[in-house]
Structure formats: C-alpha cells, structure tokens
C-alpha cells in the first residue's frame, strides 16, 4: 500500500541537491540546527527474509492454502516498512544539505514561532550525483519517471519550521508541502512530510502522508534512544481506500535492548477491512517475540476470512528457524495447547488439498 508513498519520498529526499535560494536572516544567537543521524531500529533479519529454506518452501506451498498467514502477513508489511526506512535515509541525507538555508531564512523568526517559506520559494534539480546515490540506497532499478526529471528545475510547496524554547518532547519541527512534486509524475495528490526531533536527537518522530481521490495513506515512526543505550522503535501505518471498503492499520514496535546478547524484543498488531467475491471480512493479527544471539521465537495469532489460527516460530543463535508450528480452529489440535499443534514441516500438498500428518499421537485428517 506504501509504494506510490515511496516514489514521493524518493522525491523528497533530493530537495537539497541543486538548490536555488536568495539567503536573508541574521546568524542569531540559536544553535546551528543539526538533522538527526538516526531516525528508526534496525529490522531483525528473520522479519524481512527467511534464511531457512524448509521455511521457504512451506511458505511457498501455503500461499493458497491460508497456512502460515500471519507470518506471511507480517512479513509483507514489514517489507514496506523497510522500504520506508531506506527513503527516510535518502530523505535524511538531502536534508541536511537544505536545513542550513531554512535555517538561515527562519533566524529571525522568534523561538516558538511559526516560520513559513512559501510555496514556490525554494526549489531543486536533479543531477547524477542522486541517482548514483539513489541506487546504492534501494538497491534496486530506478523508475524511469525520475530520469526524465534530471536537470529539471522543481520548486518545493510550503515549508514550515518552528524550534521550540521549551518543549519536553521535540525542540524542531519541520514540515513540507510535497504535493508540486506529486503533480509532476501525474498524480493529482496531497502530500506533506513531517520531521521532529529533540536537540540531542534522542526521540524522532518522521512522518509522511499523501491523499487523492481514491484512497489515503499515512506512515510515521516514533524513535526513542534511552541514557542506557536501548532503542525504541513505534511504526503506525494505514490505508483508506475512497473508491470501497478496503482498509487497513498496522502497527509494530521493537526494542533493541543494547545487551551483550543483541536482544530484539517484538510485538505488532495488523486490523484489515476488504470486500471479496462480495463477502466483507475483517481480519486482524497480533504478534509477540524476541529474537538475539541466543536464540529466539516468535508467537502469531490471527483470524483471516474467517478462520481463527495461530502460529510459533522458534529460532537458534543464527537467526534460522529450527521450529514452526501451527494450528487453526478446523484442524485436529487445540489452540491452546502449543503441544498439540502440527508441525509446518509434516503438511503435505496435494492437488490443493492440505494433508496434515501424525503428530504427537493425533488422527491423520484431511481437508
């Protein structure tokens, strides 16, 4: 749901190249504004790839089965996620090279007051050096609407900046109308980016939105970093869709606990609303783990179309999956008991009928 969000943020992320500014404001006696290094928590591998091939082709035979749903799902949104992460460190690198002149226009502006350049005052070109950049970044092909764009002359809408004199949480404030750079590839959209963040760049909130006639899409991330080192990461995502029901929120958050262990702590949250065939269903899904040097697991529970399940993973100090159990309301086990539940490995496929075998002394059954 996060990719046209993507494309823009691409965008974004390059206004400091090229720049085209008529310089006015004093040097003050405010602090030089710095943007912050870090803006999120890394992902555990084992969320976003699976290093175990077993795995891998349980989760291949089950797509339409509905078996392991909950972790394909995760895995799906946490994929967005990181593609959102690695468009926030192009957006990061470009700022910096900007923040200086906003700095400078908003010098006179008093602390706790709102500084506005307006739309149309500051612009950009591309030039190889981003695409070069760009590539390293994504690692992947670049869409070709951005070559068409090198060595254009493209004007920001609004900027907005306040710095704080006291606030508790954020002493910046930064936001920027993006809509001018939605029109140029022909999406008739709203969209605006969002940036706080605390002097000593301990807590970040980032933020991005964009909004047309068909649907909305919003993505923000909350970053902590404790005096003992520990990390916080809180990422909350939607999807409205204008044209039907379809909806959807997810929110994940993970710790890095800063221990000699490498420890990530887990838990996540996924609610959905879409039409099928004309059926309306709701699905949801929660999470719970933690994974480190030592080994790990990972709990999921869910109901999808209609059918209750749940899922465990268990991990070694590697990061590969040793363990994956599974159980849903119409099969022989109880959801209850993590015991009773069946193997991923012992489900067989056969012409699209799934064939759980023994385990832990239960009937064969078939469904």
Excluded at 212 to 226: E, R, V
């Amino acid at each position: 749901m996060f990719r046209k969000i993507i494309r823009l943020t691409l965008l974004l992320g390059i206004f400091g190249c090229g720049t085209m500014f008529d310089s006015t404001g004093s040097s003050g006696s405010r602090d030089k504004i710095t943007i912050p290094k870090e803006i999120s928590v890394k992902i555990p591998e084992i969320l976003k790839n699976s290093k175990n091939k077993r795995v891998e082709k349980i989760e291949k035979e089950s797509v339409e089965q509905n078996i392991s749903q909950g972790y394909n799902r995760l895995k799906g949104n946490i994929e967005e996620i990181v593609w959102s992460q690695k468009m926030m460190e192009i957006n990061l690198l470009f700022i910096e090279e900007v923040i200086g002149e906003i700095d400078r226009r908003c010098k006179k502006t008093a602390l706790d007051k709102l500084c506005i350049i307006e739309s149309g005052e500051l612009s950009f070109a591309f030039n190889d050096n981003f695409f070069i950049e760009l590539s390293s970044i994504v690692n992947e092909e670049i869409d070709d609407s951005l070559y068409e764009l090198k060595d254009k002359i493209i004007f920001l809408g609004e900027v907005k900046f306040t710095q704080y004199s006291k606030n508790e949480n954020y002493q910046y404030n930064l936001k920027i109308d993006t809509s001018p750079l939605s029109k140029l590839l022909g999406d008739d959209e709203t969209s605006i980016q969002i940036l706080k963040w605390s002097k000593d760049e301990n807590r970040v909130f980032s933020y991005f939105s964009d909004e047309s006639n068909s649907q909305k899409s919003d993505f923000g991330i909350n970053y902590f970093k404790k005096d003992s080192g520990e990390k916080e990461m809180f990422v909350d995502s939607s999807f409205t869709s204008k044209v039907n029901i379809d909806r959807g929120k997810f929110h994940l958050k993970i710790i890095e606990k800063n221990d000699k262990d490498e420890t990530f702590e887990i838990t996540s949250k996924l609610e959905s609303k879409e039409e099928y065939e004309g059926e309306i269903y709701y699905d949801n899904s929660s999470s719970i783990g933690e994974i480190s040097n030592q080994g790990g697991f990972l709990s999921i529970s869910g109901n999808f179309r209609g059918e209750i399940s749940k899922e465990k993973y268990l991990f070694d100090g590697n990061g590969e999956i040793i363990s994956s159990r599974y159980c849903e309301e119409s099969l022989v086990c109880d959801l209850n008991d993590d015991s009773t539940w069946l193997d991923m490995n012992t489900i067989e496929f056969t012409q699209g009928v799934k064939l759980i075998g023994t385990v832990g002394g239960l009937k064969n059954s078939t469904r």
